[in-house]
């Protein structure tokens, strides 16, 4: 084992970590992934958590203010853009997600529009219509899901990455970033003055506004279930479960009245997350809504 091989894989080793204390639902489907590409999807997962962590809260609460954490931002920006380019960073987490995206093939051309959309974030950018909304649903997280795709064909090298995988990667990445948009309204609103529904006041939710949501967000749902069928066995199956748990919590927010969401953040109870969890191993998906 050489030097940089060491470094790689204590980085990849502190990577790892983030996931499952940030994310349960995410940390729960991941673990039906084999090991190779579990690493993957977990450094995927590190950076884009630091990077929200810089913009939301951890930077705020150490004291820094709204121009130290945009320097903070597109320092880590630059840093991982030289990563990808050399092949080593400082920096853990970059190192890591660098590692696995020369391994994977995910180009700077999936890099910049994510930290694009955390620069509109910190920069405080109203989503005051359709076109912003879509350049910032892209970047946060149409991205990440082509990101996570290109790690779930490493299972299989023979998967080739076309139109019909890539829209079901980028439709699922919408999907849950519409859910945590929807579920965190209360935090986005009140601690950090933010509306991401062009048209919708989140003060004043109704409950017109919340069922057109959530009924996009099945829309988006059954695109990617429907695409992410053609991926390799295991792939498949954890990509399933993350979907299926998305897909019954857009139902608890279907079935929360639009008032109480501005009240408490809502969950899907553990025994659904089991039982959801046990149908994908099963290669028996939870059905979405068309």
Known sequence: MTAL?????????????????????FGLASRLLPPRVRGHIADVYALVRVADEIVDGPA??????????????????GETLRALSCGFSANLVVHAFADTARRTGIPETL?????????????????????????YIHGSAEVVGSMCLRAFAQEDRALLIDDELEEGARRLGAAFQ???????????????????????????????????????????????SSALTRLPG?????????????????????????RELLERRVSVPRRVKAAVLVRAALDRPTAVRA
């Open 5 to 25: 091989d060491l470094y790689t894989r204590t980085a990849r080793a502190a990577s790892s970590r983030v996931l499952p204390a940030y994310s349960s639902s």
């Open 60 to 77: 705020s609460e150490a004291g820094l203010g709204d121009a130290a954490r945009r320097a903070a931002l597109d320092e880590l920006e």
């Open 111 to 135: 890099i910049r529009p994510f930290f694009a959309s955390m620069r509109m974030d910190a920069d405080g950018v109203e989503i005051g219509d359709e076109a912003t909304y879509r350049a």
């Open 178 to 224: 519409k859910v945590n948009f929807l579920r965190d309204l209360a935090d986005d609103c009140e601690r950090l003055g933010r509306s991401y529904f062009p048209g919708v006041d989140p003060r004043a939710l109704s409950e017109d506004d919340k069922l057109r949501i959530v009924s996009d967000v099945d829309s988006d749902l059954a695109v990617a």
């Open 234 to 258: 295991r792939s498949r199956r954890a990509t399933a479960a993350a979907a299926g748990l998305f897909s019954r919590l857009n139902d608890v927010l279907r079935a929360t009245p639009a």
